[in-house]
C-alpha cells in the first residue's frame, strides 16, 4: 500500500471517529510530516484524497478545516460502489444476494429504450445489511451478452469489482435520477424500515467506455438512515 493512502486511511480514520471534530484544523503539512515521517509531497497526496472526497476544506494560509462526516452519505453524482462507499465511511456491511437469475427484459426498460424485446439479462436482488439492520434494496438488471452469468459469492463481496477486475470491463459513465417514494411491498418485505412510509430511490443506467448500456440499477434507501449529497467546490472565474 502507498505511503501516502495509508496516511490518508488513518486521518479519514481519526476524523470519522471525532478525534479530529468537524471544523477544527487538522496539523500542518510540516506537523504531519514529521508525525508520519515522510516527505511533505507524500502528505499533500493524502490531503488531497481527503479533499476530494469531502473530509477536508483548505482554506489559503490558514489549513484543512474538517468537515461534518457524520452521517451515511450517498454521492448523487459519480459511479462508486457499495463495497468502495463502506471502505471510505468505515461502515460494518454484509451484502445478501436474493435472486440471480437470468430473465427476459422487463417491458419498462424496453419502453425507457435501453434494450429490445427479447433480449436476456441477469436480474440481481441484494440486500444491503449495515450495522445490523437491512436499509438498501438493490435491484440490478444487466446485460447477460455482455457479462455471462454472475457468481454469487462475488457478487455478494462487490459487482463492480468482478465486472471490472475479473471481466475487464470498463465501466464509464451513468445517468442518475433521484426520488422519494411511497414503500413498496418488496421494501416492506426486505428492509427494517422502522415505521417509513417513504423510500428514497435512486434509479441509474450505466454504459461502457465503448458507450454500450451495461446494466439499470434501482437502489431503495431507508430515508432516515441516509442523506443524499454531492461534495461540490467551486473554481474561480479567471476571466472576472
Given at each position: 500500500?502507498?505511503?501516502?493512502f495509508?496516511?490518508y486511511?488513518e486521518?479519514?480514520?481519526?476524523?470519522?471517529s471525532?478525534e479530529?471534530r468537524?471544523n477544527?484544523?487538522?496539523?500542518?503539512?510540516?506537523?504531519?510530516a514529521?508525525?508520519?515521517?515522510?516527505?511533505?509531497?507524500t502528505?499533500r497526496?493524502?490531503l488531497l484524497?481527503?479533499?476530494?472526497?469531502g473530509?477536508i476544506h483548505?482554506i489559503?494560509?490558514?489549513?484543512?478545516?474538517?468537515?461534518?462526516?457524520?452521517?451515511?452519505?450517498?454521492?448523487?453524482t459519480?459511479?462508486?460502489?457499495?463495497?468502495?462507499?463502506?471502505e471510505l465511511?468505515?461502515l460494518e456491511?454484509e451484502?445478501?444476494?436474493l435472486?440471480?437469475e437470468?430473465?427476459?427484459?422487463?417491458e419498462?426498460?424496453?419502453k425507457?429504450?435501453f434494450v429490445?424485446?427479447?433480449?436476456?439479462?441477469?436480474?440481481?436482488l441484494r440486500?444491503?445489511i449495515?450495522e445490523?439492520?437491512?436499509?438498501i434494496l438493490?435491484k440490478?438488471y444487466i446485460?447477460?451478452?455482455?457479462?455471462?452469468?454472475l457468481p454469487?459469492?462475488r457478487?455478494?463481496?462487490?459487482l463492480y469489482?468482478?465486472l471490472?477486475?475479473?471481466?475487464?470491463?470498463k465501466?464509464?459513465?451513468g445517468?442518475?435520477?433521484?426520488?422519494i417514494?411511497?414503500?413498496s411491498?418488496?421494501?416492506?418485505?426486505?428492509i427494517?424500515?422502522n415505521?417509513?412510509e417513504?423510500i428514497?430511490?435512486l434509479?441509474?443506467?450505466?454504459y461502457?467506455?465503448?458507450?454500450?448500456?451495461?446494466?439499470?440499477t434501482?437502489s431503495r434507501?431507508?430515508?432516515?438512515?441516509f442523506?443524499f449529497?454531492e461534495?461540490a467546490r467551486?473554481t474561480?472565474?479567471?476571466?472576472n
Amino acid at each position: 500500500m502507498n505511503k501516502f493512502f495509508k496516511i490518508y486511511l488513518e486521518l479519514k480514520e481519526k476524523i470519522e471517529s471525532r478525534e479530529y471534530r468537524s471544523n477544527s484544523l487538522l496539523p500542518s503539512e510540516n506537523d504531519l510530516a514529521k508525525e508520519y515521517d515522510v516527505s511533505r509531497e507524500t502528505i499533500r497526496k493524502a490531503l488531497l484524497l481527503l479533499l476530494e472526497n469531502g473530509y477536508i476544506h483548505k482554506i489559503q494560509g490558514k489549513g484543512s478545516i474538517v468537515l461534518d462526516v457524520h452521517k451515511y452519505r450517498v454521492p448523487v453524482t459519480g459511479l462508486i460502489s457499495f463495497k468502495e462507499r463502506q471502505e471510505l465511511q468505515n461502515l460494518e456491511t454484509e451484502t445478501k444476494v436474493l435472486i440471480n437469475e437470468e430473465v427476459e427484459a422487463p417491458e419498462f426498460l424496453i419502453k425507457l429504450g435501453f434494450v429490445k424485446k427479447g433480449e436476456r439479462l441477469i436480474y440481481l436482488l441484494r440486500q444491503r445489511i449495515i450495522e445490523g439492520e437491512a436499509v438498501i434494496l438493490d435491484k440490478d438488471y444487466i446485460k447477460k451478452n455482455i457479462i455471462g452469468n454472475l457468481p454469487t459469492a462475488r457478487v455478494e463481496e462487490s459487482l463492480y469489482e468482478y465486472l471490472e477486475k475479473d471481466l475487464g470491463i470498463k465501466i464509464s459513465y451513468g445517468n442518475k435520477d433521484f426520488k422519494i417514494e411511497r414503500v413498496s411491498e418488496e421494501d416492506i418485505r426486505y428492509i427494517d424500515l422502522n415505521g417509513n412510509e417513504h423510500i428514497a430511490v435512486l434509479r441509474s443506467d450505466v454504459y461502457t467506455e465503448g458507450t454500450d448500456f451495461l446494466h439499470y440499477t434501482e437502489s431503495r434507501h431507508r430515508v432516515d438512515k441516509f442523506y443524499f449529497s454531492e461534495f461540490a467546490r467551486r473554481t474561480s472565474n479567471k476571466s472576472n
